[in-house]
């Protein structure tokens, strides 16, 4: 299986328009983050977690040529503003299927209400098959996904674990049954916002004290926001099996 990182930042991104933060200034290609997106590949299959408003250059970047389907962990717009940007794929391969919780699908169903409608439908929008997940595992291919459910703050959001990697990020809260589901992980990804606690992110030291509870072999830090600092300083600082995702960074897991 491998994980390629196809975004790393938060919301706004990093550098933040007009910006004068000295990490928005930085020249080191790894300070430089769209927003946080990652493919899981395994065998001859494709899936993206969250398709935000960077996701047609993140495939460009990435050169990928197809996708089996999307999840999505919740409906801010950093995660979903990409969907038209499927058109390419679609056009080619046919309709895309996208997994969501039934919340964010009724949110998708509003803002893109032309890729949804079977009415009148515009000739090249993108054609989806929408499945609709709870917290309970289903299959994707040959491999089982488990959700994990987490709270943003106040809005329920999900993370999946694929075989022995878990991708997690916009958390602020896991509960003690969902960090079950954590256990035995060769990769965990999760998010840390910045240094100073935050409301609705974990902050490095809240997203360092879960990789400790739940020991993967190796953890990557993404959703990151230039008030974490620059890259190359704060991996300097962190534990031997724990790094800073950057954008286009692949890792495999056996």
């Known amino acids: 299986m491998k994980l390629t990182f196809l975004g790393t930042g938060t919301s706004k991104g990093i550098p933040i328009i007009g910006s004068s933060n000295e990490v928005c200034l930085s020249t080191d290609k790894k300070d430089k983050r769209l927003r946080a997106s990652v493919l899981i590949s395994w065998s ?3 899936y993206v977690i969250d398709c935000g408003p960077d996701f047609r250059m993140q495939m460009l970047q990435a050169k990928i040529t197809k996708i089996d389907g999307i999840l999505y962990t919740h409906e801010h717009s950093d995660h979903t503003a990409g969907l038209d940007d499927i058109r390419p794929f679609t056009q080619r391969y046919g309709a895309l299927p996208i997994y969501a919780h039934k919340r964010v699908l009724k949110d998708l169903k509003i803002r893109f209400a032309y890729i949804f409608t079977t009415k009148n439908k515009y000739p090249s929008a ?3 098959i929408s499945n609709r997940i709870k917290n309970k595992r289903f299959q994707l291919e040959n491999i089982q ?5 987490a709270m943003h703050g106040n809005l329920p959001v999900f993370g999946y674990r694929f075989d022995k990697l878990a991708y997690l990020t916009d ?3 896991i509960g003690t049954s969902e960090k079950l589901k954590l ?7 999760i998010n840390a916002l910045q240094i100073k606690e935050h409301p609705t992110h ?5 997203a360092l004290a879960l990789i400790e509870e739940v020991k993967p072999k190796k953890a990557y830090i993404t959703h990151i926001s230039p008030k974490l600092g620059f890259h190359a300083k704060v991996e300097k600082k962190l534990p031997k099996n724990v790094f800073l995702a950057y954008d286009e960074l692949v890792v495999t897991i056996d």
């Open 44 to 46: 001859a299959y494709n």
């Open 183 to 189: 256990k035995d992980l060769e990769v965990l990804v």
């Open 171 to 173: 958390v602020s809260y």
């Open 202 to 206: 974990f902050n490095l030291e809240k």
């Open 145 to 149: 996904v488990i959700p994990i459910k």
């Open 126 to 128: 993108p054609s989806i």
